[in-house]
């Protein structure tokens, strides 16, 4: 008899330790806190892991707490396959690759698996066309938007998109696949605007770019010119800049080229220099002074305290807060448990993400609005623009609304053409 | 297309130049891998991870506040304990193996020190600022419009008395013909007294020395970061065209590689798409591997049966 109370009792704590896990929403962090890439990497997870920190803090998602997996992948696509084999069994309801290779690589087994992939501010730009790509979400804006707001900047400094006409813009770009995604895009607005443009390759991963800037400080001579760099390419173009003599100020970079990890090696050489961003910097926000109290402050923080409002922690907090989010969202058809990839595909695709909904979450200024659909993945477009002083990044415009003139037809051309050679039925979002 | 070369001699000079230049820096890093295989004949594959360890460490020495002459004789020190553990963990148990064996050794062992490095100093970029102004020479500029900054002629100052102090010590010092002994056969030296574990741990920690040399000029014009241990890629084709042997290989290899580099990308690249200065000086290293092996100051050995 006591036997049998022991087996029963060892089944209801079973049980009970069974509706807990079920309590309990699981969250694959996949990113690099190792090798080239890690400073970017580490930054970004630890802003993300740092937010669910709070939420968790404040009874998680519905009541439901977010329980993570962190998996390095050294921004090599073979891990990243590693990582997402591993993790999506656990109840994954969706993956961030964290680097548009890392996206191609996974992008279409998770298709298979129903899992979201979510890209937020890389990956596959013609993903954008929800009725291709159910799966894949390259939500708050993507590159091909990105690249349009950038010459709208250019348009802004230089009194006017008219102004533009006849001007000559270098496009220094690492040489990959990220790095030629913009060119078509910028062959339409060279177009549009006429403007001249031409493109410097840099080979990974741009240690020395001598003979580029002599190029294009001693024969080409642009007026501006577009930096889409990454990794150690950026604060090495901003020196070699320096040191042919072509100003900084008239260099704008992608946001992958904007973070201090970008321009503080490059010392006085980076002051001046414009970059892009989807989000704000510094740490005057509500959600981040709360980080700073009760993550930090508890000696529980995931980096050196001084990263905390750095550009990359920044993105991660937009990133922790688009997946908290999302979950929220999907968790209106599983009556607040947890949520598969399936649930968080609709909720993606009924997403939105309104200013007072940022004001609650205490990220105002740093997160933009943002409304996704069925046709919409992008959901946004939209960027700010910095300018680095010699000791932070400040904004120096609103938020500069992308041209989806240009932009959504080559995003359907693209997405229609992908379509084409997998046989793919596109979807009717009406 | 290379007319327009003669159409701007100018402009190709100072591309030649800056060439030059960045030759000098692949030097720096290549040195280290001469040091080591001409003291043991092994092909040191971890030489960039050491340039990484040694300016991280370098570097948080003096984030902590430490003077920097002490800070760099702190990584010295540091580098030396890594050098001695190099020596006593992995290399005395692989005496007498083929010097493959050894090269797969420091194959493991370059991705054990980048692990380390990131591991106890921690992934963010850092900036070096080691006083050498970066700004070009203006009078040089004002009279022939071609620039060339204080930064990249120190850096050629220290790179030529690293030559010049290393040829000294192998050519004219007991300890510099013991480590030529060494290399040339790991049993015969040892049969003649030459204790191999003392040489290969003071070879290791010249390769040290040298490494933090280079990690501190390539930390102060790129950062301080992870990609310093790509700079490896950069020495390979010096050191196929120079000689893995020679410490005077290393440098004209450098200046040759460095100028050919920055030539074929203004010159040759846009008409091939462009981004072709990382594997240009490895076609021409290659090919000219055919014609040379030993490369351009190596020592060509002859076996006979």
């Keep these: 008899m006591k036997l049998m109370k022991i087996a029963a009792s060892a089944v209801a704590i079973t049980a009970f330790a069974g509706i807990a896990t079920a309590a309990e929403q699981y969250v694959p962090v996949t990113a690099y806190w190792t090798g080239p890439y890690a400073p970017g990497g580490s930054g970004i997870a630890g802003g993300w892991v740092d937010y669910m920190k709070l939420i968790n803090k404040r009874g998680g998602v519905n009541g439901v707490m977010l329980k993570w997996e962190k998996c390095d992948t050294q921004y090599k696509p073979d891990l990243m396959i590693e990582c997402y084999e591993k993790m999506k069994g656990k109840g994954a309801p969706m993956i961030h690759p964290f680097g548009t290779g890392l996206t191609y690589a996974v992008f279409e087994r998770a298709w298979k698996d129903k899992i979201p992939v979510v890209t937020l501010g890389y990956g596959r730009t013609d993903a954008t066309d929800g009725r291709v790509f159910p799966y894949l979400f390259p939500a708050l804006t993507n590159y091909w938007s990105q690249s349009t707001t950038k010459i709208k900047f250019i348009g802004q400094q230089v009194g006017g998109m008219d102004k533009l006409k006849g001007m000559k813009i270098a496009n220094v770009h690492h040489d990959s696949a990220y790095g030629k995604e913009t060119t078509p895009v910028l062959e339409a607005q060279a177009k549009k605007y006429g403007f001249e443009y031409r493109n410097f390759p840099v080979a990974h991963p741009g240690l020395d770019q001598k003979a580029i800037w002599l190029q294009i400080a001693r ?3 642009p007026d501006w010119v577009i930096l889409r760099g990454w990794g150690v390419m950026n604060p090495t173009a901003l020196k070699e800049a320096a040191r042919v003599g072509f100003p900084r100020n008239k260099v704008v970079g992608v946001w992958w080229s904007g973070a201090e990890e970008d321009v503080v090696p490059a010392g006085r050489a980076a002051k001046g220099y414009y970059a892009a961003g989807f989000h704000g910097s510094g740490t005057d926000y509500p959600a981040v002074q709360d980080i700073l109290k009760e993550i930090y402050g508890a000696g529980e923080g995931e980096l050196p305290k001084e990263r905390v409002g750095s550009i990359y922690y920044n993105r991660g907090l937009v990133w922790g807060a688009f997946t908290v989010e999302a979950i929220r969202k999907a968790m209106e058809r599983t009556n607040n448990q947890p ?30 609005p943002m409304k996704l659909s069925c046709a919409d993945h992008e959901g946004g477009g939209r960027a700010k623009f910095m300018q680095w002083d010699g000791s932070k990044w400040n904004v120096v415009s609103d938020w500069i609304d992308s041209d989806q003139e240009i932009v959504r037809p080559m995003v359907e051309a693209s997405a229609a053409k992908y379509a084409k050679e997998k046989g793919l039925k596109v979807r009717d979002c009406k | 297309m290379l007319e327009f070369a003669f159409q701007e001699p100018m402009f190709a000079l100072e591309v030649i130049i800056g060439g030059l230049l960045s030759g000098i820096m692949y030097s720096l890093v290549a040195l280290g891998f001469v040091l080591i295989f001409k003291a043991s004949g092994i092909f040191n594959f971890a030489q960039g991870a050491l340039v990484l360890f040694a300016a ?55 991705f054990l020190i980048e692990g380390l490095a990131q591991g106890i100093w921690g992934a963010e970029v850092h900036s070096l600022d080691l006083g050498i102004p970066e700004e070009p020479l203006e009078g040089l500029m004002d009279a022939v419009g071609i620039s060339i900054t204080y930064f990249e002629l120190a850096s050629a100052g220290i790179a030529a008395a690293m030559v010049f102090g290393l040829s000294i010590f192998f050519n004219k010092t007991r300890v510099g013909r013991a480590l030529r002994a060494v290399a040339d056969d790991h049993q015969a030296a040892m049969s003649v007294g030459i204790p191999l574990q003392h040489i290969w741990a003071l070879t290791w ?52 590689i460095g100028a050919l580099e920055k030539f074929s990308e203004v010159f040759i690249g846009p008409y091939v798409g462009g981004a072709i200065e990382n594997w240009f000086p490895y076609v021409f290293a290659t090919v000219f591997l055919l014609f040379r092996p030993q490369g351009l100051f190596g020592q060509k050995i002859i076996e006979r049966v």
């Excluded at chain 2, 050098?83 to 992995?90: D, N, P, Q, T």
């Excluded at chain 2, 490494?211 to 050191?239: H, Y």
């Design chain 2, 56 to 110: 991280l460490t370098f570097v948080k020495m003096l984030e902590f506040g430490v003077n920097f002459w002490l800070a760099i004789v702190i990584t010295l020190a540091i580098m030396m304990v890594l050098a001695l553990s190099i020596e006593r963990v992995v290399l005395r148990p692989l005496v007498n193996q083929p010097l493959i064996i050894l090269f797969m050794a420091t194959i493991g062992l370059n």
């Design chain 2, 205 to 256: 920690a010249a390769a040290g020395i040298v490494a933090l040399v280079a990690g501190m000029l390539w930390g102060a014009k790129i950062g301080v970061q992870f990609s310093l241990a790509l700079l490896a890629l950069k020495a390979l084709p010096v050191l196929i065209l120079g000689g893995f042997d020679s410490v005077a290989g290393a440098i004209v290899g450098g200046l040759i």
């Design chain 1, 339 to 368: 949520v598969k990839g399936e649930d968080v595909q609709w909720a993606l695709e009924h997403l939105e993400v309104t200013p007072a909904m940022i004001k609650k979450l205490g990220l105002t200024g740093l997160m933009p």
């Design chain 1, 219 to 221: 024969q080409y001579k």
